[in-house]
């Protein structure tokens, strides 16, 4: 279970501004990688607390709430699937992070970035390899970015309803593949991500 380990251990040197981010979408064929970050109160107890993947829709909506509601800053941000085409999805996840970061309302002074990659941060980075599950503001951050990504694929499901995106979320199911065969790709699809087309 997600805990304050990172987080303690750099406000032990120092720091009084730490951040979790973390991102939602970077497999999908359609739509913009999203990304959160969280300052939380130190040590502070959400019941339920857990990395967004191993959570139901319902619980995740819930946290949602309470997560905006207790943290001391939060923020989301994207980068389009334009911005993922120009500079690859590894370099878009980062650019909505930093996006991300650089929008909270109380300036972090340090980052925990869920992953093994930190590129252009303004501030000291940790990264933490399966993050959401250690880190209790990687997983307030992995919540908020994967429920706002959910919500975007419901809205672009009824602008491009042949693709059913509300279902597969933009990911690469036989279903959605097939669809893009069939229709060829809407705007929001990643041309980068559409190699299957070529075969």
């Keep these: 279970m997600p805990s304050f380990e990172y987080e303690n251990k750099h406000y032990a040197e ?36 857990n990395d967004s993947k191993k959570l139901t829709e319902k619980k995740r909506e819930k946290l949602f709430d309470i ?58 980075t940790e990264t933490v390899v399966k993050g959401d599950s250690v880190s209790s503001s990687i997983a307030a951050a992995s919540i908020l970015a994967k429920v706002t990504r959910d919500r975007q694929c419901a809205e672009l499901d009824k602008l491009y309803p042949e693709y059913n995106i509300a279902k597969h979320k933009g990911y690469p199911t036989k279903e959605h593949m097939d669809a893009v065969r069939k229709y060829g790709p ?14």
């Design 14 to 49: 120092g720091f009084t501004a730490i951040a979790g981010t973390d991102e939602a979408g970077r497999g999908p064929l359609c739509g913009p990688v999203v990304a959160a970050a969280v300052i939380l109160p130190r040590d502070i107890e959400i019941e339920g607390l």
């Design 67 to 124: 997560i905006k509601e207790k943290a001391i800053a939060y923020a989301i941000a994207e980068s389009s699937p334009e911005e993922i085409d120009e500079i690859n999805i590894l370099n878009a996840s980062m650019l909505a992070m930093r996006r991300a970061v650089e929008a909270l309302s109380v300036k972090a002074d340090f980052v925990l970035i869920d992953g093994n990659c930190s590129r252009g941060f303004s501030v000291p």
């Design 186 to 199: 809407s705007p929001i699809h990643r041309k980068t991500f559409l190699k299957f087309l070529d075969n």
